[in-house]
Nanobody, 123 residues
Framework: QVQLVESGGGLVQAGGSLTLSCVFS????????MGWFRQPPGKEREFVAT??????RYTDSVKGRFTVSRDNAKNTVYLQMNSLKPEDTAVYYC??????????????????WGQGTQVTVSS
């Protein structure tokens, strides 16, 4: 069974940076597409970024500020977040799916989820 554990969230001032990490276990990490999603207070879960083979995709609001990467040797996916804004405040989740013939950006396309990590950006 796949398990995902996020870390790296916290409180940061606007303009600051955070790097989220998600450690994968239970299966072969390199066989999985990895995504990052977030759920702002009172809103639905939304796509942030995904990495599938060499295909990296981002939601428009984070392009140029966030970078998704993975280290297959460490079974870890990262989300580097720069120039953070108050509207980035949310619980951030990593997700995994083994169906790598398509790059997935919808929550329903991912089979496995972490427990989430809170990111709060103060103005």
């Amino acid at each position: 069974q796949v398990q995902l554990v996020e870390s790296g969230g916290g409180l940061v001032q606007a303009g600051g940076s955070l790097t989220l990490s998600c450690v994968f276990s239970g299966r072969t990490f390199s066989s999985y597409q990895m995504g990052w999603f977030r759920q702002p207070p009172g809103k639905e879960r939304e796509f942030v970024a995904t990495i599938n083979w060499n295909d990296r995709r981002y939601t428009d609001s984070v392009k140029g500020r966030f970078t998704v990467s993975r280290d297959n040797a460490k079974n870890t996916v990262y989300l580097q977040m720069n120039s953070l804004k108050p509207e980035d405040t949310a619980v951030y989740y990593c997700a995994a799916d083994s169906r790598r013939w398509r790059t997935a950006i919808n929550p329903g396309e991912y089979a496995y989820w972490g427990q989430g990590t809170q990111v709060t950006v103060s103005s």
